[in-house]
């Protein structure tokens, strides 16, 4: 299919668009900005400058993608946004660009922000995460690939929520959420594991059973996070799960939810 762009539409001379996009009336491709394959740019979009969309992606009526970021600190340096394949974004969300901090806002592929969701530069999205409505993401904050966000929740810049986690609505994260865990909560705490984000997801039973020993140890018992480390690289089976989740909580700058 040849790319379809509304005559209202502005697109900038610099812009790359794959043979097969559509761009809606009123929309605005700026300044090297690139657009894969198949994608579909609904009206009165604005894709600000240095964005790149990948194949497939759906950008619904009155999303803004690839601003300037809200940070006093940002200069004007050239920065980047882009957004994986596959991955919709709803309407009036709001993408800002990096700052010199990485000097990129990532989303992966896969992904689904819903309409008024926002996330501030620096951010680092990875595959198959669900932001729910308004949903508002602070600079340099990462969410991990698979975790969901529930509407209404604010994330404190440089938080981390893990793989596999599930944040339900209207809480406000502060501290790191640890990977395959559920939380909510303002202030928000831990609930167990995501145990039917991972059952539908198709985790083996002895993983789950590990999981749930890990979680025993850092959040059911008397034990520090030193001592809880000690006794899980020793008493747990090492699958690449548990190890992430130990990982997680070692590298956590912010602390962990608890």
């Not at 009123?26 to 990948?54: C, K, M, Q």
């Not at 700052?99 to 620096?122: E, F, K, N, S």
């Not at 000690?230 to 590298?251: M, N, V």
């Amino acid at each position: 299919m040849p790319t379809q762009i509304a005559p209202s539409a502005i697109v900038h001379e610099s812009a790359v668009l794959a043979a097969d996009v559509s761009v809606g009336p009123y929309s605005i491709l700026g300044e090297n900005v690139e657009i894969g394959p198949g994608v579909e740019i609904g009206a009165h979009v604005v894709i600000e400058r240095d964005t790149t969309v990948g194949a497939g992606c759906r950008i619904f009526h009155g999303a803004v993608l690839g601003t300037d970021p809200q940070d006093l600190k940002y200069q004007g340096e050239r920065t980047f946004l882009t957004v994986g394949e596959e991955t919709i974004v709803r309407e009036f969300a709001t993408l800002n660009r990096g700052t010199v901090a990485r000097g990129v806002t990532t989303v992966g592929r896969g992904c689904l922000l819903m309409a008024y969701v926002h996330v501030a530069h620096d951010c680092e999205i990875g595959e198959g995460v669900i932001l729910a409505n308004s949903v508002n993401l602070g600079g340099n904050v990462r969410v991990d690939a698979f975790a969901i966000v529930g509407g209404m929740t604010p994330v404190h810049q440089f938080s981390r929520i893990g793989t596999h986690a599930m944040v339900g609505g209207a809480s406000r994260v502060t501290k790191d959420v640890p990977p395959y865990c559920k939380a909510a909560g303002s202030p928000i705490r831990l609930y167990g594991l995501n145990s039917v984000g991972l059952d539908r997801r198709g985790f083996p039973e002895n993983v789950k059973r590990e999981l749930r020993g890990a979680y025993r140890l850092f959040f059911n018992s008397r034990q520090n996070v030193s001592q809880a480390l000690t006794r899980a690289r020793s008493e747990l089976h090492p699958y690449p799960e548990i190890e992430q989740f130990l990982r997680f909580i070692e590298e956590s700058d912010r602390g962990i939810t608890v």
